[in-house]
């Protein structure tokens, strides 16, 4: 099944800084809404889409990805006019220098960078700075708040698509809204006798909120975590953190977690691994597997709030993660559609009907 690539782009083009996810959550109702039979937002933001089955014994899904993306929250105005600002999700500095930004909700262009080399020493030049802050080209405070901008505002990067070779594409926010896009192929091309709850949620980037939300209220029986996994296949010296690569097909989790022990984070059931790897069979798509370690997805909330329920997460590999340049290949996340949809359409593994419990 094919991915509508103008939806990607509306859902990209939003702006969705954790907490102010607004824009891209109408976006997702908008383009959902006639693949559905109700929709329904929380107080958080959540959007809730369902599509109602006609088999009450059948288990209820909860498909879910999330509607933020990385940002900056406007901390402070200096006297020269420059903002000062805290992160929101997982950054590195790195990715901070020498990038255009906007800022607030007039979407005021602003930059970020450091002093210029010449006046650098040379631990400076070697080393990046621990402060830096975002030029709007403004003087003082008062021309800033004539821009509209004042603490407490987000800015989000000024990054858009670009097509690459070999159909791939690289920009911002693609965590999570390639997921996003793939939630509504899945609700456009599926007809199933489950009911199914399209979810998309907020501020995971900042704490899985939205998704201890949603599972909350839903309920579901099943509840998967749409995602993107990072790859480290870009070609640099040393030994590779993961096997998974762009064009591998999607990435089935094991387990996540903010460790090395895996804290915090889900340990896939027996049964949801199953039922997705089987999906992958049945759709005639090759799966990679893994352990994200030094992060989590919505699947984690998903499996620990509330009453129990089966939890996974599937995921498009995806180079340059939490960077304005998240590069992915969208014969994965196509190849994500069908397994989905194939998923929805199969039987839901008993305790023994899997792996190591099948009776000999």
Not at 150 to 173: I, K, P, Q, S, Y
Not at 273 to 288: I, Y
Request: proline share 5%; net charge negative; hydrophobic share 40%.
């Amino acid at each position: 099944m094919t991915l509508e690539r103008a939806e990607l782009d509306r859902l990209v083009a939003a702006r969705g800084p954790p907490g102010d996810e607004h824009a891209v959550a109408a976006v997702f109702e908008e383009l959902i809404d006639p693949h559905v039979d109700e929709i329904r937002w929380d107080a958080l933001g959540n959007v809730i889409a369902t599509s109602h089955g006609n088999d009450p014994e059948a288990e209820e899904v909860m498909l879910a990805a999330h509607t933020d993306e990385l940002a900056l929250l406007v901390d402070g105005i200096t006297d020269d006019g420059l903002l000062s600002y805290s992160m929101l999700g997982g950054h590195y500095r790195g990715y901070l220098l020498g990038q255009r930004v906007l800022v607030g909700p007039d979407e005021v262009p602003g930059v970020i960078a450091a002093k210029p080399r010449h006046f650098m020493s040379d631990d400076e030049k070697g080393d990046l700075p621990e402060t830096t802050h975002i030029d709007i080209g403004a003087s003082g405070p008062e021309e800033v708040a004539a821009a509209n901008v004042e603490a407490g505002d987000h800015a989000t990067w000024d990054r858009g698509l670009v097509d690459l070779v070999g159909g791939r594409l690289a920009g911002r926010a693609l965590d999570d809204r390639i997921a996003l896009a793939i939630l509504l192929a899945v609700a456009r091309e599926t007809d199933t006798d489950r009911t199914v709850h399209y979810a998309a949620t907020v501020q995971e980037e900042v704490g899985l909120r939205g998704a201890r939300a949603a599972v909350h209220d839903v309920d579901p029986d099943i509840a998967v975590a749409l995602e993107i996994f990072p790859t480290d296949d870009y070609p640099v010296d040393g030994e590779r953190s993961s096997s998974v690569s762009l064009g591998g097909g999607p990435v089935v989790e094991f387990a996540d977690g903010t460790s090395e022990y895996l804290f915090g984070g889900v340990l896939v059931d027996r049964q949801s691994l199953e039922w997705l790897q089987r999906a992958g069979d049945t759709a005639g798509v090759a799966l990679q597997h893994d352990v994200m370690i030094g992060g989590t997805t919505d699947a984690t909330e998903f499996q620990r709030a509330g009453g129990a329920r089966h939890a996974g997460a599937i995921a498009v590999p995806c180079r340059y993660t939490h960077s304005p340049v998240e590069t992915i290949e969208m014969a994965d996340a196509e190849a994500t559609v069908d397994v989905l949809a194939a998923a929805l359409e199969s039987p839901f593994p008993d305790r023994t009907d899997v792996r190591g419990r099948r009776e000999r």
